[in-house]
């Protein structure tokens, strides 16, 4: 009576789920990973190129804010000096300002012009007022 009780197994017998082997299999395939890296690695380089863009307009609008910024304070010395005609260029670090006073009936016209290089390119600004004289 080899076997009569069902807990009581011959030494050689194999349990059930063992012969069965079209149990589902869990974990990821080969291709189902490499899939996911590609899928990764596309995200982090879009994530790259997007921080190299925010970086090059966050330090463009930090030069075109110091370019307004030379050129306010530069329209307030014409403003302290009065309606006085005169013309001239002044270097503040990388910006060149060239401004002009020119006299009217009692007004005067302030033009200043910004320059500076950024990326290898010149740019331009330029900024105007008028004074009462």
């Known amino acids: ?3 009569s009780h069902p807990s009581r197994r011959s030494r050689h017998s194999l349990p059930a789920r063992c ?3 079209r ?3 869990t974990g990821f395939t080969v291709a189902e990973l490499l899939v996911g890296l590609l899928l990764l ?3 982090l380089i879009g994530t790259a190129g997007t ?3 925010l970086t090059y307009h966050t330090a463009a609008s930090v ?3 110091r370019a307004t910024n030379a050129a306010l304070s530069k329209l307030a010395t014409v403003r302290a000096t009065g309606c006085v005609a005169h013309s001239g260029t002044d270097t503040d670090g990388p ?3 060239s401004w002009t006073v020119r006299i009217g009936d009692r007004s005067a016209s ?3 012009i910004v320059t500076y290089r950024e990326l290898g390119h010149q740019r331009v600004r330029s900024y105007s007022a008028s004074l009462l004289c």
């Open 1 to 3: 009576m080899p076997n």
């Open 19 to 21: 012969l069965d082997r």
């Open 23 to 25: 149990l589902p299999r």
């Open 41 to 43: 690695t596309v995200g």
């Open 51 to 53: 921080a190299t863009v």
């Open 63 to 65: 030069r075109a804010e």
């Open 95 to 97: 910006l060149t300002l």
């Open 110 to 112: 302030a033009d200043v």
